[in-house]
């Protein structure tokens, strides 16, 4: 067993950013061992965890094959280097960056081939014209597999992608393609368009566990320090505390409001006058009409301001780990 935790994250661009920010929002600052040319860090402090920089691609592979522990990463990646992620890996938090759709697109000119159905027909066409396969451009090998056999598409080859994929059909080495799109912009700069039905599936970064991974006493107990961390920041950021002060002939009134706005009712405290505050955290898009319904109700003073971490009875995204994990044992794997 390992006590040392293994957290991977992207090693450069706009991934590695915001992952790294996703963590020092919530106090846990990423060190890079002598700088940005290395590809090992740590956590400021926190002993026990070797933060390994990698590209997305090996952050998927590790999670799988259980060489790391916990790992940021795209679905799209992880549904490309196994048939069954969810195996392997647990998804822990989507973390609302790296958005991005896996997509079929063909050239703007194939004026009468808007959906899959239609590329099927273009595929067998060419198949009987010219005995050769419809060629697609890709990097993502299985993703496109799969998605061609849902569709009933078997005329094809595959055309394995290493540079612009895009660009494959305007310089002749494929007819359709099949890539990753944040913006579509590329795209239509390369004259080609998305099919109707053409959405593989919607990608963005997860923060994921392995349950491949050799877990040890040490590793288990460093996730949990950091998974509650970054689950109490990530309350956070969709509550907001509610001070209000009312009378205490209306609390149970003010409490029935709180609970059907969904609202937690985090302390209530008596003042000389018999009025009551409370303090509840409330979701911050139910605050205004809260608000309001508190001030129907008689309260005098409505007051909010932004928390920086919310910590629950449990831990969530630890909670969800160690269930993943039991479940995988309870399957064998």
Known sequence: MSDTLILALPSKGRL?????????????????????????GAIK?????????????????????????????GRDLLHEKTHEPDACVAPLSALNFGHADVIVAVPEAWLDVETMADLVEVAAEIRQESGRLLRVATKFINITRSFFAQHGLVDYRIVESLGATEGAPAAGTADAIVD???????LTANHLKILQDGVVLNSEAFLCGSLGARWGE???????????????????????????ETQAAGVDQVKDIIAASGGELASATGS???????????????????????????????????LEFIYGANNPLFAALELEREQAAARGN
């Open 16 to 40: 590695m950013e915001a992952a790294e920010e996703y963590f020092l929002e919530a106090g846990l600052k990423i060190q890079r061992h002598g700088g940005m040319r290395r590809y090992q």
């Open 272 to 306: 000389k006058g018999g009025d009551q505050e409370l303090v509840l955290h409330v979701q911050k898009a139910a605050f205004h009409d809260l608000a309001a319904s508190l001030r129907e109700a008689g309260c005098r003073t409505v007051t909010a301001r932004e």
């Open 45 to 73: 402090g926190i002993d026990g965890v070797e933060v390994r920089f990698l590209s997305a691609g090996e952050i998927a592979s590790g999670l799988i094959n259980g060489d790391i522990h916990l790992g940021i990463t």
């Open 218 to 244: 040490g590793s288990l107990d460093r996730a949990k320090d950091i998974l509650g961390r970054l689950a109490a920041r990530e309350r956070a950021r969709s509550m907001i505390e509610v001070r209000l």
């Open 180 to 186: 990753i799109t944040s913006s579509g912009a590329t």
